[in-house]
């Protein structure tokens, strides 16, 4: 059996997410049925990562196993023929059978958008969350620094998960500002389920001064979900690389 | 009455153009019932142009009379509070009893984007016209200078169009290169319908080497749809800005 590994970029506004579920319409449904015309046979895709309603994908990778001898840009080609505006596949190789796109993943990054224009912006409504009091990028990009480290990220988890380890390491995170748009950047080797909405509704506490300077970092070490942010809206959420 | 000129902005993809009409969705029914709501009563909405289905608005103007006491900044908030987040507007200020969004309007400015980048984008399928053989945008520029002047554009203008005269003056035009993305800039005192969209078309055809280098002059003397291009789909098109 070969083992095709294919990157994928979304706009998730019509989807209930990645994961197939009942009575919703998810990118991994769709998705599947545009590989049973193309493979002619119902075939098993595995994703790297759930996203939620509403979330985005810069870059998303699934793997699909066939026998079918058909090259790689002929798979790019066919499967785009068959899949809606809203979904295009970006590449295609081949990999060991072992690889799998969640668990030989080494880290992934997320970007969320925060448009902060001093006027609602209809073009930005299902692409980043509108938030209009003046954000400081660079206070931001320095108190969220605190996010670096590995934590017990507990109290930026939404308390519907039943992960039991909620330790995770982030790489990196930084807070920039690109014209009316304040875009938040965080690589990690695993995100808790909300997690980076979470960081985001805490940015904004700290913009707000509901968070003071430097106190970051022990709202995370305290573990209390009641001490972050409220979560912010999906539609500002991309995940956007996936480090194998 | 006062007479209010409100600015808004659109994104066209769920709407059936600018004009009321059976059976189909348009912004200025949507504009309306958000316009009965703020001021209690169904008050007729002056547009300042047609647009067609799918098209979109980075500046359109309306007016509306009423007898309402309701400072300006009142009427954008209490709008905006009803509008759908597809629709914003962005300014409004008082204006003499005798303008006229249409009439009262000296110039236009439309622009066309066309992503061309290698592999189709699904967040722009929406929002631009997906042409992925490289177009080289100075030549593009060069050729277009042509449309500048005062011609007889019936061969720009669909078919179904009962316009009688198709003479407009295109006061200024531009191709421009943004990354992946070439946009069409142009600007006239009026437009016939699909005029813009044939333009495009037009401008895809020289680059396809259909019309040669110097040729679109005699393309528009010859006031013969066939000369011209295709016309380009809806979702590319932005007006742009509305000069009185």
Chains 1, 2 share one sequence.
């Not at 990118?27 to 002619?40: N, P, T």
Request: glycine share 6%.
């Amino acid at each position: 059996m070969r083992n095709l590994l294919l990157t994928i970029m979304y706009d998730g506004s019509q989807y209930h997410g990645w994961q197939v579920q009942k009575n919703a319409l998810s990118v991994q449904e769709v998705f599947q049925d545009a590989v049973e015309k193309v493979f002619k046979r119902r075939l098993d895709v595995k994703g790297c990562s759930r996203t939620d309603s509403k979330v985005h994908a810069n870059m998303y990778c699934l793997t699909v196993k066939t026998d079918m001898n058909i090259d790689c840009q002929g798979v790019v080609w066919a499967l785009n023929t068959k899949l809606p505006d809203d979904i295009a596949v970006i590449d295609c190789c081949e990999v060991s059978d072992d690889f799998h796109p969640r668990y030989s993943c080494k880290s992934k990054e997320y970007i969320y958008k925060i448009y902060n224009g001093s006027v609602r912006n209809p073009f930005f409504s299902k692409y980043a969350f509108y938030y209009r009091y003046n954000l400081d990028a660079d206070y931001l990009n320095r108190e969220c620094k605190a996010f670096i480290g590995t934590y017990d990220y507990k109290g930026f988890c939404c308390a519907k998960s039943d992960v039991e380890d909620t330790v995770r390491t982030v790489y990196d995170c930084e807070v920039r500002r690109d014209g009316d748009m304040v875009i938040f950047r965080v690589v990690a080797d695993g995100f808790l389920y909300n997690m980076v909405r979470i960081m985001v509704g805490t940015l904004i506490f700290i913009s707000e001064g509901k968070i003071a300077s430097g106190e970051l970092r022990d709202v995370i070490l305290s573990k209390n979900r009641i001490r972050a942010g409220r979560t912010a809206p999906p539609q500002g959420l991309y995940l956007n690389k996936i480090n194998y």
